[in-house]
């Protein structure tokens, strides 16, 4: 059940991506990056990396991640790593962060209660 979800939520968000016309990388992009190809149709077809971290010996790695939002929270990060030497791509790699559920203070969530004032605001109650 859980993989029928995630497919459905790449799925969307795949054609959410080319509905906003904005360049996002996601797996079956991922999946269509090959060895040889340039920096130049990376970021021609992809976008700019969300960072770009540098190996030394003209060795570069870029990384595109795909996020799987659930509401305000990250359920899953994909990210998407290209090593390129002198320009090229030599290799690639990707991994999966599963985000635990726990994350974003549960139990301060749980714990806490509030009270409303007058103006509308949010107050911690003693």
Known sequence: MKKIFFLLSITFLSIWGCASGSKVMTAEGFSEV???????????????????????DNEVEYIYIDRMPMGKRVLRERHYLIILKNGKVTSTQTRTYNRPSYEGNSYE??????QRDEKGTDKEAN
């Open 34 to 56: 090959s060895v040889g190809q340039t920096s130049d149709d990376i970021q021609k077809k992809y976008g700019k990396p969300y960072s770009i971290k540098r190996l030394g």
């Open 109 to 114: 969530m749980q714990t806490s209660s509030y």
